[in-house]
């Protein structure tokens, strides 16, 4: 095992007693947005067309505002195990800057909202694919348990689908078809069941402490803190084994590469 892969007094390694399914969390495990100011760009400009449209053009900055006040309200919410998405938060942007958060103007603002990741550069982890296949050679099920934040469940699945990281997954689990994020249980509890194991015979991989290894640790599964992307250095308690790469990822569950 890499030894940077493990923490000091951490329990069994994920190998000791392979697991028999695995979870991933989705962002910045299996995929990143690599420019967030792009997509971030586009939903202020389609509140800016919004705005327009029913004759109430915006001053410089205004929008920009309003989105990022209706953001914070989800993130806020999102901490308190409360699940909103781009409907709610196209909602909040539009009753911002006092305008009617229904009507001819919504349905285009909410679709460009969702669909912005598409317009930015969405990208693969590395590895991410190398350990979807390995698990499936190996015949361990796996499962994706993902918060959707703006871009809706529908949308993730063709992101992934496009780098090939959709097919290998038994099932997908998303924040914003269950009406619950994570660490809720029920999330984790309807992967587990969907790949027909116990929860001790199952590690999550996640980047998250508050949510991955809180709701998995939660549910009596065993834990991967995975920072290839994002390094969380929250206060929150850590995962049983860290990883920095998805190398290091499958030597914890003993599918390293023979040398």
Known sequence: MSTAARREGSPPDPEERPPR???????????????WETAHGLRVAALEAAALSVGRPLEPGRAGRAFDAAW??????WAKGVATGAREVAHWALEELDLR????????????????????RVLMIEGALETLTRLEEA?????????????????????????GLLAPLAETIFSDEWSLPKPHPRVFEAALEALGVEARDAVHVGDLRRTDVAGARGVGMRTIRLKASHDDTTAYPEADHVAGSHAEVLDLLGLAASP
């Open 21 to 35: 399914a695995v979870t991933f969390d989705c962002w910045h495990t299996l995929i990143f947005e690599a420019s």
């Open 72 to 77: 914070g309200r989800h993130m806020d919410l």
């Open 101 to 120: 958060p229904q009507g001819p103007a919504f349905e285009p603002l909410l679709e460009a909202f969702e669909e912005a990741s598409h317009s930015s």
């Open 139 to 163: 015949g361990i099920g796996s499962a994706l348990i993902c918060d959707t934040g703006l871009t809706p469940g529908r949308v993730v699945r063709k992101l992934l689908d496009g780098h």
